[in-house]
């Protein structure tokens, strides 16, 4: 699927100013600034948690304080001050909603700024028929409303903000959360598993195809105000699900820190396909402000013949440091990861992937396009790793780094490690820039500059366009054009 | 409908083009033709307005406009169309995605309405089909893996779509066989009318023989140095270009 031409009027209709920042006025119910005991427990307490979640919140920030800021990332950025920021922000809401018409109109007028005009905007509007596109919105920490949760109800999906699962399915949050990325696992974990705010759960049971898209929007609203949300998926024994995540901040001259985790679980013959469209504010064509995200996100692809894609598409952030992973530990099993990240001005992103191969007959794709223009600094970092018994894995590594200007930087960093005799591993690698000659020739045949520029890029990343579902594809394209903006001459 | 009057430029402070004089009125046909590094090809990046082609001195007025200060992409929407001596590739874009985009960039900039896939899809096919190209070039990303003669092709389905007022070939047959020229000369004449000019670069006078000219000038040195009818471009082919340019 290539550029359409509502992607070339959304390009042109978009101006340089980035297009999410306002600021929403809505009373936040905000905990003291900094971190400590006392802030882990008083998240807690809000969220209404059982004493294990408090607990093993406590063992993490405990675990935290231990660690180090890991600096081995290609990213450059001032020294982040955590007893600076805020660690828990609610909108203040009268009281629990029952429906889409409770929620707070300034809210869904964020939504709307937003440009949520895909299908979701009339999802969360709550219109009659509109698409099959079940939306939980995380606004500032709190799920705000979890639409289509009926439907979904039928065939036995769960959908609903973590919160809510640590209330209504204990057993099963208790079983897997921190299963597939532990405490311990990376000093952004540790500090997400003590203070994570929110977040969506999502469950499909045995033998059931999800009925429909499952999506949900992060914002980050108040100042100074880090998101921590949690994101657990457990597919079961023959189940299906898609899911897509969508960002967008406000503008804010300090710059937040975001770091998340995403935790995926596939059984027998299961399949997840998670895609990420994020356009967190990147800051300022100087370099000034924009989001520090610091993404943990892995799939345990557990059960047997069990499959998932990664597919992301990372236009935002000022630092961008993520790595969704695969470990294949079921026989059979498949890891894919599609990825296009494009960074503009003083943009930086160290992203890639790690394919642990622990199954028979495992295998992995990877696919990773980067475009880097003005002074910006792009990172592909990938691990690929055959454990003794996988037994014929394979992996193919595709990475492509397209340059725009002579002022930015593409720089890939495989890293492979093979104890398997019976292994295959693939990779290759190729640099360009985008040719005078080429944007000469779309603009001959009347595209202006910037839509030639949009239309070559959206090129470049087809493959990885067409990996999303139809509905953010389209939307994706818009953001590769305008995320690129001035970044001509 | 194209003035160009004493027309200097220089390609990275070479000196190039020293001085054209050359006026192109509706309907009419022009070859240019001269040995090598002449300045043919400069002379049409710069009236399609290629950067690094500057122009140093005179003027080119295009439809009572001055040419010069247009945007490459506002000459293209005016009417202009360069097809290529080399056309250039684009991965991951389908022809007909490029095509499309193209086509409604030009009519959005002309106010007429855009066309939505299928009626795009069915003025395109007439095209190819008119043109004897076959449908599949469409789906294929713009020139990847093209032969030399279907690149050229290419670029005449792309002419036959935009349906210019000024087309510029700039070596249009060079590395054609003969079939392939044909399908090139058919596309230029079945364009031609009253009111649409063309200027044909070329080397050879086999390409005249299929798009007969109005009018023949030989370049040499940056400069006009002989016009004539179509029996110039014949008298070219037997004597050479020594002789002529010499006189």
Redesign the interface.
Known sequence: M????DT?EQVESVSEKYKYGFVSDIKADTAPIGLSENIVRFISAKKEEPEWLLEWRLKAYRYWLEMVEPTWAKVDYPKIDFQDIYYYSAPKQKEKLKSLDEVDPEILEVYKKLGISLKEQEVLAGVEGAANIAVDAVFDSVSVATTFRKRLEEEGVIFCPISEAVKNHPDLVKKYLGSVVPYTDNFYSALNCAVFTDGSFVYIPKGVRCPMELSTYFRINAAQTGQFERTLIIADDDSYVSYLEGCTAPMRDENQLHAAVVELVIMDRAEVKYSTVQNWYPGDKDGKGGIYNFVTKRAACRGVSSKVSWTQVETGSAVTWKYPSCILQGDNSVGEFYSIAITNNYQQADTGTKMIHLGKNTSSTIISKGISAGQAQSTYRGLVRMGRKAVNARNHTVCDSLLIGDKCGAHTVPYIENQSRTATIEHEATTSKI????L??????????E??MA??V??????VLQKLPMEFAVEAQKLVGISLEGSVG | MLEIKNLHATVGGKKILKGINLTINPGEIHAVMGPNGAGKSTLSYVLSGRSGYDVTSGSVTYQGQNLLDMTPDVRASSGIFLAFQYPVEIPGVASATFLKTALNAQRRFRGEEELDAIQFLKLVRSKTKELGIKDDMLKRPVNVGFSGGEKKRNEVLQMALLEPTLMLLDETDSGLDIDALKVAADGVNRLRSPERSALIITHYQRLLDYIVPDFVHVLADGKIVKSGDKSLALELEEKGYADICAA
């Open positions: 290539a550029i359409s031409q070339i040719s005078e000659e080429q000469f020739y779309c603009q001959q045949r009347g595209l202006s500059e839509e030639s239309l070559i959206n090129g470049f990343c087809k493959e």
